[in-house]
């Protein structure tokens, strides 16, 4: 009985620990700059002095354009990213066709490729396009991810043969049914996937820091670090927090709405790799 | 008759159609770009325009003469050996004491270590920016527990840099290695701790002789994305030392490519490093493979 108190105590210790950055954060984004230096987490002899005052300032920046641009562009690369892999994966899974062999094997040495090596290359391409300081820079060669369509390849190779069968004998055309079976048997993976992918371009950072010129066209992460560095922002840091507490709330919230999916995803797929 | 036609037509065009669109992006963002590297790596360029060719020379003055690439090497392989060594002990550590028998809110903990990983490395670094200064949260706890006021300059000073960058990157990394750990412990067949306890194992012989045996593929395998995620680091300590940091100790591979090429404007040299980059990850790769393949061997 003392084991499993001392066991629950030396966890609520650690979990304390992983969560005080979160606490601090959330106190931060509240407090006046006075409070900053004053109070560790929260004044607590003064909690009328807790203002939503840092979140009107984000109004100076362009901090409303920066979180449209973010929801839209993570957005965008994850419809894109499901659609062309789970096509592409079924094709990989379920048919024969000319050229499927040496396909599949390029794009497996290119999974071996670190995706910096790529930055120099992506980079003069842009320039000769004139797509520097556009957004197609960003969504199209994000639109598809050699692990993602080896992940629905790897799925979708248990879709059953009489299930799809019997689909052509009803009539269905080859996209029905991609659309009607392959995507429903594999529904729990693509929650999994779904998450992985707007959390990787919600967060993404160096190609869009290359890529993006004018600040109205910045991503979160590429605004926050901006602001990061100003000293105006030295001391007077709650306006930064409260950026990045709305910055980190919309993933959260997108976590917790599929966490089943993820958790379950995540470590099935880790355990049969 | 028509209609039949186009039926087959339809199903024997499928396919190509749904592969198509994936692979003519795959080949002009990515086949394309890998291969203008490669061979911009073999010359001199300032910004995308201009363009002299070096032959070797780029890879030549990155092996024996570029200081700044050795201490990039060097920090990143530092990082890369000290995160691994640090995190796996304590992600399993964690994974074991929430698999313990009568752990109550079991996902509740789980959700606790975990949610730092949702966090960016980005936006780590802005927060840990804060927590690290002078004034920050980090140094108060340290002074509470010491009983008098103590200022590390955790981001300003050339040797506490690189122990920054760890501790940032811990915090975000611990749980989501649990995750794994955690899956992995739950797939162990229980019959087997159940033999052991017969045979009279205690708890730690049980840890070594059963547990650690059985979970040794995932193991292994989160060696290997630790290794190759170390020396991709760049985010993380990019914002936290908003560069490379004090004395370059914050510069690593990553970093000095995004320097050269996009600061200093030297594609030519920045696909070098890159291609360094792919060099020291087949290396790493091979090793783990000859290490595993001679275990399988055993």
Redesign the interface.
Known sequence: MTRRIGLHLLLICLAAAAILPFLWLICAAFKTPADLLNSTLLPWHHLDRLTLNNFRLLGDRPFGRWLVNSIFLASAHTVLVVTLGSLGGFALAKYQFAGKGPITVIMLATLLMPPQVLLPGSYELMYRLHWLDSYLAIILPGAVSVFGIFLFRQAMLGVPDELLHCGRLDGCSELRLWWDIALPVVRPMIGAYTLLSFLTEWNSFLWPQIVLQTESKYTLPIGLNGLTGLPEYQHNYGIVMAATLMSIVPVIVLFFALQRDFISGLSSGAVKG | MNRDRWWKF??RA???L??S???V??CV?????????LN?SFHKTFG??HAVYTGWSNYRFLLGHDVLFGLAVMNTAFYTVAFVAIEIPLSLG?AV??N?R???LRNL????????Y??????V???????FSP?G?VN?FISTILGHRIVIPWLSSPAMAMPSILIASL?LA??YGM??F???LQ?VDPELYEAAQIDGAGGWDKFFHVTLPNIRP?LL?MVLIGT?GG??L??LP??LL?GAGPDGRGMTI?TY??IM??GAGD??Y??AI??M??AI??IV?LARFRFFSREIGA
Request: glycine letters at 8%; charged letters at 5%.
């Open positions: 339809q199903s499928a396919p190509y749904f592969v669109p994936f692979l992006i795959f963002f990515l086949l394309y770009p890998l291969a203008r590297s911009l995308p325009r964690l004491l929430l313990s009568g752990v109550r903990f789980r959700f606790s270590f975990f949610s730092s949702l966090v960016g490395q980005v936006f670094g802005v927060i840990f920016f804060q927590l004034d949260l108060q915090w611990t749980g995750v794994y955690l899956a992995a797939a995932m395998y190759i020396f991709q760049f985010e990019f914002v908003q990553v490519l995004f090429g996009f594609l030519g920045a696909s890159g291609w980059l792919v990850l087949l790769s």
